[in-house]
């Protein structure tokens, strides 16, 4: 391990160029694309896992090596509708969550590939329009069991998983993206701050054997009108949890509408010193599970987020298209993005509450 401090990478000064010359752009839902291509049990799982004894599809992550023109495709249909950062398709690339699938041992592979499509998709973007600089973000997704809940109400001290395994799972999805050559890493979707923890516990190991340090995006999930995430912290609280992170931009997705996620994106900007994301759902889901706001609606809700002073990138989340990035694209030209507030020096912790010593 190097004893000496990581240096930033190269990302870092375009990212900071882009963010502070106008609000950017974050590409749309995946899982919601995917489901258009109408693809089969075959299609998850190609040559490589014909004969796999586990059914595969909605393994979404695993088309990156079985249908990598789709995931491609899909990237770059983002990106001409105006993406400045499209994220890697690696948010169930775990080992914790690929156990599901019995494809543990495909992990590594699996962000491998998912870096390079994307990185694919970029470069075609950055080709087909000399001088534009088009991102890529590895994802990275809550996992599909906690740290900090119990799965079974009659035993509330048992966890599913423990904190070193939550570590080791998150270093090995790290270590196979920054090889695959992201920009930056996503922490997204989360619902406990104990296992975001833990990925960014993984990350700034992961920074400190390498010598380099990406920007890190944190993004975390307020799932009800409680303004809480699941495990009961307010956005507040939040904030001062991952903060030691050092986190080039915090911000909200998934869940909420933008509508709903008003009051949240507000408070979230008047507390944090570094930028702010927002890519909420389109909307609500409707009875049968689908997403109702249309792509002007979903600009309109954004433009006026813009108009207040409180982000510095938007995109969209469940349910959002390429449509819903065009429009969101164009609602973002001319306007300006988020001024990073400088907080006072202060005692902040967190448990379910923020509380500030001044």
Not at 92 to 101: P, V
Not at 347 to 352: A, D, P, Q
Request: net charge negative; aromatic share 6%.
């Amino acid at each position: 391990m190097s004893t000496a401090a990581p240096i930033e990478s190269s990302s870092f000064t375009a990212l900071r160029e882009l963010f502070a010359s106008r609000i950017a752009i974050l590409d749309g839902a995946m899982g919601s694309m995917v489901q258009t291509y109408k693809l089969q049990e075959a299609d998850f799982r190609g040559q490589l896992l014909r004969d796999h004894p586990h059914d595969l599809k909605g393994n979404n992550d695993l088309l990156c090596l079985t249908r990598p023109d789709v995931i491609g495709e899909i990237h770059g249909r983002y990106f001409d509708a105006g993406a400045d950062m499209v994220e890697t398709n690696t948010f169930n690339s775990t080992s914790i969550s690929q156990a599901d699938y019995h494809l543990e041992h495909l992990v590594r592979e699996l962000n491998l590939a998912a870096a390079k499509v994307a990185r694919g998709a970029a470069q075609r973007a950055e080709q087909a329009t000399p001088g534009r600089r088009c991102f890529v973000a590895g994802a990275i997704g809550p996992l599909n069991r906690t740290l900090s809940m119990s799965p079974d109400v009659n035993r509330p001290d048992y966890r599913a998983v423990t904190w070193t395994q939550v570590v080791d799972a998150y270093t090995e999805q790290v270590e196979a993206l920054i090889d695959g050559g992201v920009d930056a890493l996503l922490v997204e979707t989360i619902f406990d701050t104990l296992n975001a923890k833990a990925a960014l516990f993984a990350i700034e190991e992961c920074f400190a054997r390498r010598g380099q340090r990406l920007p890190v995006m944190i993004s975390v999930t307020i799932t009800d009108a409680s303004g809480r995430t699941l495990s009961g912290q307010t956005i507040g609280a939040f904030a001062n949890s991952i903060s030691h992170a050092r986190p080039f931009s915090i911000g909200i997705n998934c869940a909420l509408g933008g509508r709903q996620m008003r009051p949240y994106i507000e408070e979230l900007s008047r507390i944090v010193n570094c930028h702010v994301t927002c890519y909420p759902n389109a909307g609500l889901p409707n009875a049968f599970g689908a997403y109702d706001e249309t792509p002007d609606d979903m600009a309109a809700v954004l433009a006026e987020f813009a108009d207040s002073g409180l982000v510095n990138m938007v995109g969209g989340c469940c349910g959002s298209t390429p449509d819903h990035i065009r429009a969101i694209a164009r609602a973002m030209q001319g306007r300006k993005p988020r001024q990073p507030v400088s907080q006072p020096r202060a005692l902040r912790l967190s448990g379910l509450e923020a509380f500030t010593l001044s």
